[in-house]
């Protein structure tokens, strides 16, 4: 036991407290195989804090421990959320639903957390098999719950899960609510107060009949049809990247009207070791190069690859040479909303009632879109419950068209109030079809996009530090950033800041400070003389920082486009130079 000599003495007294406590005898024999292999780095990891409960719910690795996802963190999570929801809906008939992906384990904590719930007295609507996360959101709403949660941990590594808590309008949780759940599920401190018996008379399951009620409103949405309708044959190739858009991707783009989907079979078959990839992430190349030699070997106009929960999507399309290109969140984002407010007003359905929503580290091209057709355009802080809150703000008030975010995420139409890569992956062969009908492509669309608005080159630089330390050593960058403001990037001045913890922006020239009305978070924003905008912010779900690096250049004319992409390139990397990235 020298091992436990080494550890600190609250993180020895939290090992023991599970050794000797009512913890299963599997978790115990995996923490005594930890002491005994002397892991000492991992055991400090596994016990140095409690897994914080954030906004938006718990992510983690899997495994023993109180800073690990495993069934007591879960429970308590859980039993937090039974907690809050008695106390906010006092005399109330609760209901909730319940989904998971296809993580290793997912399916095993989303029973828990049903017989959690339903021991608590909540009738729990509990799919019974693995379905995409927006598919959850709009059965919150559908189903008249006042709460719900997904498992999952979205595009990390197979060894994370999490646990995504949702409220009433089908959106994670917002201030205060979500300080509301924190603080219940923080005074959840013995295992003894999670109820885990299960009332089974309280877990209703869901099948099918939510999948074909969710397809039939998807379809409703289509501002193309005839379109799809003369471009039927549109060659498609889609990989769910063995995740859960499998169950709903194929049926939507069969329910719009695509006759030729081509599926990635070797990443069909949801497996939460991702065994073809090195992470499940449609923003890497790396994840989509079976769908890519497929695209290749039958010439697609188009390749679709969604992430575990099906919420975000990432494409490929051929460009003026012929060869494939991924589009990166910003781009895919731009051209989606271009084409929405495009079709829109084509039908005349524009009213001035309209808008569209993106995040603060989302490409400003969206914002000179949306003026260019006179449609209102909000700007959220980074993560989609903050596009979910506006739109259930404005419900009934004004008309939502399409939202979207930098990572990948995007929502058109009012079904969900969340990223949906189900409706997006629709809309954007919709997209495709409808640029193919006038004789394009979705490449000359994003250059012609380019040559009317502004050349708009965006990148994102994520620096990852793991663990205790790493944490810390976010927390310093930030500090040094926030008290050492740069004088220049890419060889332009720094004239504005944006201190969004302090809700205060400055102009550096004349120092005069305007408040920033959205809610507080830890980012930083330096915005130059010549219109570039970087970004740095602490990732609420990950061990990481990030950094969003946005320049400006002019196309003139399609030829251009390599010259003026290089440039945009070198410009922001001198930028990440300059920021010591």
């Given at each position: 036991m020298n091992m436990m000599q080494q550890l600190e003495p609250l993180i020895v007294e939290k090992v023991n407290n599970w050794l000797t406590g009512s913890y299963d005898e599997d978790t115990k024999q995996k923490i005594k195989q930890l002491i005994d292999a002397g892991s000492f780095t991992e055991l400090t990891d596994a016990f140095y804090r409690d897994l914080e409960f954030g906004t938006g719910g718990l992510r983690g690795t899997m495994g023993p421990g109180s800073n690990r996802i495993n069934k007591y963190t879960i429970g308590a999570a859980t039993q937090g959320l039974c907690n809050y929801l008695r106390k906010r809906y006092p005399g109330e008939a609760v209901k909730v639903a319940v989904a998971h992906d296809s993580r290793n384990n997912s399916d095993y904590f989303a029973r828990i957390i049903a017989e959690v719930f339903s021991a608590n007295g909540i009738h729990v609507y509990f799919f019974k098999e693995l379905r995409p996360t927006p598919l959850l959101s709009f059965a919150i709403r559908k189903l008249g719950c006042k709460s719900g949660v997904m498992v999952t941990a979205s595009h990390n590594p197979k060894e994370y899960n999490g646990y995504k808590a949702y409220g009433e309008d089908g959106g994670q949780f917002v201030s205060p609510y979500d300080k509301q759940v924190m603080a219940e599920v923080s005074e959840v401190r013995n295992i003894e107060d999670i109820k885990f018996e299960a009332i089974e008379a309280n877990i209703e399951l869901l099948g099918e009949e939510l999948d074909t009620l969710y397809l039939d409103e998807i379809v409703k949405l289509s501002v193309s049809p005839e379109a799809i309708k003369r471009q039927s044959d549109l060659k498609i190739v889609y990989s769910p990247i063995h995740g859960t858009g499998i169950t709903l991707v194929p049926k939507a783009l069969e329910r719009f009207g695509f006759t030729n989907v081509n599926l990635v079979e070797e990443q069909t078959t949801p497996d939460g070791n991702f065994p073809t990839v090195v992470y499940p992430n449609p923003e890497e190349k790396e994840a989509l190069t079976l769908a890519l030699e497929k695209g290749k070997s039958i010439d697609a106009d188009l390749i679709l690859a969604t992430d575990p929960d099906a919420d975000r999507v990432g494409i490929a399309v051929k460009d003026n040479k012929g060869e494939f290109v991924l589009l990166n969140g910003n781009q895919t984002?731009?051209?989606?909303?271009?084409?929405?407010?495009?079709?829109?007003?084509?039908?005349?359905?524009?009213?001035?009632?309209?808008?569209?929503?993106?995040?603060?580290?989302?490409?400003?091209?969206?914002?000179?879109?949306?003026?260019?057709?006179?449609?209102?355009?909000?700007?959220?802080?980074?993560?989609?419950?903050?596009?979910?809150?506006?739109?259930?703000?404005?419900?009934?008030?004004?008309?939502?068209?399409?939202?979207?975010?930098?990572?990948?995420?995007?929502?058109?139409?009012?079904?969900?109030?969340?990223?949906?890569?189900?409706?997006?992956?629709?809309?954007?062969?919709?997209?495709?079809?409808?640029?193919?009908?006038?004789?394009?492509?979705?490449?000359?669309?994003?250059?012609?996009?380019?040559?009317?608005?502004?050349?708009?080159?965006?990148?994102?630089?994520?620096?990852?530090?793991?663990?205790?330390?790493?944490?810390?050593?976010?927390?310093?960058?930030?500090?040094?950033?926030?008290?050492?403001?740069?004088?220049?990037?890419?060889?332009?001045?720094?004239?504005?800041?944006?201190?969004?913890?302090?809700?205060?922006?400055?102009?550096?020239?004349?120092?005069?400070?305007?408040?920033?009305?959205?809610?507080?978070?830890?980012?930083?924003?330096?915005?130059?003389?010549?219109?570039?905008?970087?970004?740095?912010?602490?990732?609420?779900?990950?061990?990481?920082?990030?950094?969003?690096?946005?320049v400006k250049g002019h196309l003139v004319s399609k030829a251009d486009f390599e010259a003026v992409n290089m440039a945009l390139d070198r410009k922001v990397d001198t930028i990440m130079l300059d920021l010591g990235v």
């Open positions: 984002g731009s051209l989606l909303i271009n084409y929405m407010l495009q079709a829109w007003k084509e039908r005349n359905k524009l009213t001035g009632k309209e808008y569209i929503v993106k995040t603060i580290v989302t490409s400003n091209l969206i914002d000179d879109i949306a003026k260019a057709y006179d449609v209102k355009c909000y700007n959220t802080l980074t993560g989609f419950k903050y596009i979910g809150e506006l739109m259930t703000l404005l419900e009934g008030k004004e008309t939502f068209i399409a939202g979207g975010e930098e990572s990948y995420g995007y929502l058109i139409g009012e079904l969900a109030r969340d990223k949906d890569a189900v409706i997006s992956a629709s809309f954007i062969s919709e997209m495709t079809a409808y640029y193919k009908d006038k004789g394009s492509s979705l490449f000359d669309a994003l250059l012609e996009m380019y040559e009317q608005y502004g050349f708009y080159k965006e990148k994102l630089v994520s620096v990852t530090k793991k663990g205790k330390t790493g944490a810390e050593e976010i927390k310093a960058m930030m500090e040094r950033f926030r008290n050492n403001t740069p004088v220049s990037l890419g060889g332009s001045a720094v004239v504005t800041l944006k201190d969004y913890a302090l809700s205060v922006e400055t102009d550096l020239s004349t120092k005069r400070r305007n408040p920033i009305d959205l809610p507080v978070s830890d980012v930083l924003q330096f915005i130059t003389e010549d219109g570039s905008i970087i970004s740095a912010r602490p990732s609420g779900t990950e061990p990481k920082i990030k950094f969003y690096c946005s």
